[in-house]
């Protein structure tokens, strides 16, 4: 694949987690338009604008550091696939950014949880 | 934003969701690389093969249409966010398809649902 345009989906996404990652603070929110809207769909969390939400993964207690398994992106959006890794334990979550003007305008933040599948409804499930 | 090339992720993606609502499911199988694998990262639940995987959707009980909310895709896969939809409930889901030479060859399934927010940890955040 191409190198991306740093103002793409693809570009903002990874300098996102990349700045996260190393508490640089100051150029993760240059990321991100100073309205931009972060929303957590599960709990209808939301945090409002840049410098908010920069406090809010500033503050968040604990060490913890994201590593990006998939990446799928186009013109509007990048969809992160990832692992939230902190001391005790690795959540999986699904971050979709959407990028306007090279700049996080929006984040649907999504957290799937591991569960007990329903009983099988046909013999072709396994588990693995 | 262009038409989508008929053997891109993209497109593969729309046909996926618009022959499983059709209950096309000849059309659906055609989508289906032979050796496709079903992930539910979850659950670790999995089923391997077109056959099998169209037999999975095809007898799951009960009647459902799936509402596609956003469309992410690259060259590799498509994401597709949607609204899983039954006479009792409508879940979000998002599934991540990856598309070789025009056929679905892997399939992860996510089902995030509703929880409860940890206790605060800035005043940041809002509920909506």
Redesign the interface.
């Known amino acids: 694949?191409d190198t991306p345009r740093p103002d793409s989906p693809?570009a903002v996404a990874d300098a996102f987690w990349r700045t996260a990652n190393a508490r640089d603070w100051a150029a993760f929110q240059a990321l991100l338009h100073p309205d931009m809207v972060y929303?957590?769909?599960?709990?209808?969390?939301?945090?409002?604008g840049a410098a908010?939400?920069t406090?809010?993964y500033r503050?968040?207690?604990g060490p913890w550091r994201v590593e990006v398994r998939?990446c799928?992106?186009?013109?509007?959006?990048?969809?992160t696939?990832l692992d939230f890794i902190t001391d005790t334990q690795t959540m999986?979550s699904?971050a979709?950014l959407t990028v306007r003007d090279g700049r996080v305008v929006h984040i649907?933040d999504?957290?799937?949880?591991?569960?007990?599948?329903p009983p099988g409804?046909?013999p072709?499930?396994?588990?693995?």
Chains 1, 2 share one sequence.
């Open positions: 694949m693809r929303d957590v769909p599960q709990t209808r969390e939301r945090v409002r908010d939400f406090e809010f503050t968040w207690p998939q799928i992106a186009d013109d509007e959006r990048a969809v696939v999986p699904l979709v649907d999504w957290w799937p949880e591991p569960y007990e599948p409804v046909t072709v499930v396994q588990r693995y």
